[in-house]
């Protein structure tokens, strides 16, 4: 560990509280390249052609799947880039209904546009809007309105920062909380967005417990809410349970890290 105690102390001692005995574990897993699936693609051009498979982290797979997007849903994916959740939202509409995905950012934005054009069949996309919003807006100007919301949200994303030495020694514990009001901003924009009785899903790639459950727990605190846990055999010890959602580490199962909560809006 003495890489990291090196570069950042901070980081480490911080996670090392957190995770105590587990951390040198979680550290090295975090700093090798995580495993990958290539989902088959659920959409066909109409000659009957195979389009690409798409090549994603599993944990994105689960936190999509956990939106459960059903037929004629209106679905909002809040920070879609780079696409892969969006795709598979599009797939469980089969062509109904709505899904918007939105990415603020204008570079992602548009990768997110070469996303669909690259997987989904022009004729089959008629119901996917792509929007550069920023989140918080969609509260403001369309509430009570989307079945289904996916905030992935802009997070640390530990794995990314240590492939980044220089950014990675600017790390400290103020930017996990100032990244921790900004998503409580979006998870709240999302859902005044959500009717009543919608299911929202919150996550991000982050391991900071500040930015996970405990963004969670402010909406508890202020917003009515039922938390749900479908999941009760955990996908075979893939998912771990937290006190508000679920967290996929990966010195257990080889990809992620994920955490996400499944939360249903109530007025």
């Known amino acids: 560990m003495s890489l990291i105690e090196n570069l950042n102390p901070a980081f480490n001692d911080y996670f090392q509280s957190i995770y105590q005995d587990r951390w040198p574990q979680i550290f090295q897993a975090l700093s ?9 693609n659920q959409f066909f051009t109409s000659s009957g052609s ?9 944990a994105s797979q689960i936190v999509a799947e956990a939106v459960d997007v059903q037929p004629e849903d209106r679905v909002l994916d809040m920070c879609a880039a780079p696409g892969g959740k969006s795709l598979i939202l599009a ?12 990415e603020f950012s204008a570079s992602r934005r548009e990768r997110l546009m070469r996303v669909f054009r690259e997987y989904i069949p022009q004729e089959q996309r008629q119901n996917v809007f792509v929007q550069g919003k920023d989140g918080q807006m969609f509260g403001i100007r369309t509430p009570d309105y989307f079945d ?10 530990e794995r990314h920062l240590l492939e980044n030495k220089s950014e990675f020694k600017k790390w400290t514990l103020k930017r996990t909380r100032n990244l921790a009001v900004r998503q409580f901003s979006l998870l709240s924009s999302a859902w005044l967005a959500c009717k009543n009785g919608g ?6 790639c982050s ?8 963004v969670i727990r402010k909406l508890v605190d202020r917003r009515a809410v039922d938390i749900l846990f479908p999941y009760a055999d955990l996908l ?13 580490l990966p010195d257990r199962t080889g990809f992620g890290p994920m955490y996400f909560s499944i939360i249903v809006k109530k007025n």
């Open 148 to 157: 289904r919301v996916l905030a992935d949200v802009p997070c640390s994303g």
């Open 91 to 102: 797939e469980k509409l089969n062509s109904t209904g709505e899904l918007i995905s939105n």
């Open 32 to 40: 090798q390249e995580p495993q990958h699936i290539h989902r088959p």
């Open 199 to 204: 299911r929202i899903v919150y996550s991000t």
């Open 207 to 214: 391991i900071s417990p500040l930015e996970n459950d405990e």
């Open 50 to 58: 195979v389009l690409p498979t798409y090549k994603m982290d599993p």
């Open 236 to 248: 075979q010890g893939v998912l771990e349970k937290t006190e508000f959602g679920y967290q996929i």
